[in-house]
């Protein structure tokens, strides 16, 4: 059985997660303590982000695209349907790139605020503040309506595609629609009110995402 160690608001193991469920590998899923990532670096060797995909034979993958596609090669799907491959994986990158750097703005002051300890958010605070500086987070919720506006305008084609069809690329889930599911569990992790202020399209298809057999 694999071991997926994520922690619940991540995107990216959010995606994980839910192909591994889709492609029906047995697996079980380990929650990272924020403030302690002791047993993780241990395990890769110092690496701390996640997702880590830790395989039945012992195994260590780290980083959420090395993960999908080594998990597309080994398992039989349909999620990278072929003559589409280009298009899917850019659009997935495109999620996970240009998106999800506003969308984690938008999720960074519920994520912060939602650790059960001053540990665990000042810690938070620390690792995005030395990367965007100080107060970010606090400035990022100042600017909810201005950031909703720019993630609206960002996926207003998105939204259009999926009023008029289930899935971004037709009538059956791809990689595509679960890197969308993970920036949607994101935000629900964040603030269910999130997910809300977007099109009802968007909610829509995160539970169609989600209730996938």
């Not at 380990?30 to 395989?55: D, F, I, K, S």
């Amino acid at each position: 059985m694999h071991t997926l160690h994520r922690l619940h608001y991540s995107p990216y193991a959010r995606k994980v997660q839910r192909l591994l469920e889709l492609l029906h590998v047995p697996h079980r899923v380990v929650e990272v303590p924020y403030g302690n990532r002791e047993a993780l670096a241990q395990l890769t060797g110092g690496y701390v982000y996640v997702p880590v995909l830790e395989m039945e034979g012992g195994e260590v993958i780290v980083e959420s695209r090395t993960i999908c596609e080594r998990l597309l090669v080994d398992h039989p799907n349909t999620l990278v349907p072929t003559g589409l491959e280009g298009a899917v994986w850019a659009y997935h990158d495109y999620v996970e790139g240009t998106v999800e750097d506003v969308l984690f703005r938008l999720a960074s002051p519920g994520v912060r605020d939602g650790w059960p300890t001053a540990w665990e958010r000042a810690l938070y605070t620390l690792v995005k503040e030395r990367k965007f500086g100080a107060g970010c987070i606090d400035a990022w919720g100042a600017a909810r309506g201005e950031l909703l506006a720019r993630a609206r305008a960002l996926l207003a084609p998105t939204v259009r595609t999926l009023s008029n069809q289930p899935f971004v690329f037709g009538e059956q889930p791809t990689l595509a629609d679960l890197a969308l599911y993970g920036q949607w569990a994101m935000l629900e992790a964040s603030d269910a009110s999130l997910l809300g202020e977007f099109d009802p399209t968007v909610v829509t298809h995160f539970r169609r995402v989600a209730e996938l057999p």
